[in-house]
């Protein structure tokens, strides 16, 4: 005697559209995926903040990788060149969490004028996926900086999703970080810490030596 449990027919059908409708689901959100925008469109994100060190200092730490996870959110971990300020043509991977997304990007310099300005640019699988440029003027005895974020839409999923779900979230991230790299500067947690005024080093050469 079989221990079988067989369902219904007036059961089994309802189970059997629930299926039908996640493999359709399943099949349009791959399709959406896998469609290229038939245009290029992209988003910016800038914050501007002022940090109370000199346009050097403020270069040389936030162009160095090992610094971006103490301050910017959606970092985790870097690897490669991390240990110091990136020229041209120098790569960096990072680890990264955004918007419920776990990855790794991977940046490459394109652009490096210190201490006034560094862009960078990253690939994910392969296809460029956005880049991020600093700007550094004097501001007093601080710097004005400035951080802009550029990312591309590859296809028509992310199109559905961004405006809902990831540059809400991307913004959020990217106001968090230029407050917690503030926050560094003013605190010198990062280790940081600002030489010192002008003034006080013509009247205390003994001390600048």
């Not at 359709?24 to 800038?46: D, K």
């Not at 996870?69 to 990136?86: E, I």
């Not at 990312?151 to 913004?171: A, G, H, S, V, W």
């Amino acid at each position: 005697m079989s221990n079988s449990i067989r369902l219904p027919v007036r059961e089994r059908a309802p189970m059997k559209r629930v299926v039908l409708f996640i493999l359709g689901a399943t099949a349009l959100v791959a399709l959406l995926s896998l469609l290229p925008l038939p245009f290029e469109r992209q988003t910016h994100i800038v914050n501007t903040v002022t940090l109370h060190a000199p346009p050097p200092v403020v270069y040389d730490y936030v162009t160095t990788p090992a610094n971006w996870p103490k301050w910017h959110p959606a970092s985790l971990a870097v690897q490669g060149a991390t240990d110091h300020s990136l020229a041209v043509g120098e790569k960096v991977a990072e680890e990264f969490r955004l918007a419920g997304r776990h990855g790794i990007i991977h940046w490459k310099v394109t652009e490096a004028k210190p201490p006034r300005e560094w862009r960078i640019e990253g690939q994910m699988n392969r296809r460029p996926s956005g880049e991020v440029r600093y700007r550094l003027t004097p501001d007093g005895t601080g710097t004005r900086f400035e951080r802009d974020v550029t990312y591309r839409t590859p296809n028509l999923l992310f199109l559905m999703l961004d405006p809902i779900f990831i540059e809400p979230r991307m913004r959020a991230d990217s106001a968090q970080g230029t407050k917690q790299l503030e926050q560094a500067f003013e605190t010198a947690t990062a280790g940081i810490s600002a030489p010192a005024p002008m003034s006080a080093v013509a009247t205390s050469p003994a001390q600048a030596q």
